[in-house]
C-alpha cells in the first residue's frame, strides 16, 4: 500500500507540472524568433566603396570590417586580365612641369597600376608599379608646349589590360579622358616664359621703329629736302 500511494503522488505531482512546462515553451520559443527575426530582415546594403577614390579600401576587406554585411559591385572572373581602367581627370601643373594624373579601378580583380607615356612616336615610357588602392599618380619633367598621350593600365595575376596602339606608334586615337583608358596630355607655356617673349618681341619692335626713324633722318640729310619759295612783298598800291 505504501509503494502504490508513493506511485499516485508522484504521478500526481508530474502531471500537475506538464501544463506549466507546456505553457513555457510557447513562450520561450516566441522569444526566440524574436530575436531571429530582426537579424533575418535586415535590408541589405551597398559597401562604402568608389571605384574612383584614392587609397580606396578592397570591397571585400569592407565586408570583413563592418558590422553588418553589404553588398560589392560585381567583379569578372580572377583568371581573366582586367579590363582597362577609365581615364578621370588629368591637372597640368605648367610651372612645375609636372600633371596629376586621376583614374577609376575597372570592374575586376586588379593587382596593381602603371602609367605609360609617349611624347610623339616610339616606345613609351612606362611609370612605377602602384598597389591596387591607388587611383592617383604624378607625371614629371614635362616640357613647356610639349604633348604627350597617357595611358592607365590594370594588370592581375591572368595578364594586363589593353592599351590601345601599344603595338605602333602609340594611340593614335586616344580615348577621352570620360571613356578610355588614355589621353590627350598639352602642356602650356610657362607664364614666365610668355612673358620674356612678349618683352622680346617689345624690345624688337622698338628697336625696328628707332632704326627706321634714325634710316628716314640719315637719308633726309644726304638727300636733302626742297625748300618752298618764299612769297614776294606785297607794295601798297599808288606806288
Known sequence: MLGSSCLLWFLAVA???????????????????EQEIPQSTLPAVLCDYDSCRH????????????????????????????????????????EDG??????CAPSSPVHQYWLLLWEGGGAPEKGPPLNSTVRRAELEGLKPGGAYVVCVVAANAAG??????????????????????CGRVSVPPRPRSLV??????????????????????????????PRRPRPAA???AGL
Do not use: I
Open 15 to 33: 502531471f500537475s507540472l506538464v501544463p506549466r512546462v507546456q505553457a513555457l515553451a510557447p513562450q520561450a520559443l516566441e522569444e526566440e524568433e
Open 98 to 103: 609636372r600633371a596629376e594624373v586621376r583614374w
Open 196 to 225: 620674356h617673349a612678349a618683352v622680346g618681341v617689345g624690345a624688337a619692335l622698338a628697336l625696328l621703329s628707332c632704326g627706321a626713324l634714325v634710316w628716314h633722318f640719315c637719308l633726309r640729310q644726304r638727300c636733302g629736302c
Open 55 to 94: 587609397l580606396q579600401v578592397p570591397c571585400h576587406e569592407l565586408q570583413r570590417a563592418g558590422p553588418r554585411a553589404c553588398l560589392c559591385p560585381g567583379l569578372s572572373s580572377a583568371a581573366q586580365p582586367p579590363a582597362p581602367p577609365r581615364l578621370g581627370e588629368v591637372r597640368v601643373v605648367a
Open 234 to 236: 606785297r607794295t601798297p
Open 160 to 181: 594586363e589590360s589593353s592599351v590601345p596602339g601599344l603595338d605602333g606608334e602609340g594611340p593614335g586615337d586616344a580615348g577621352g579622358p570620360a571613356f578610355g583608358p
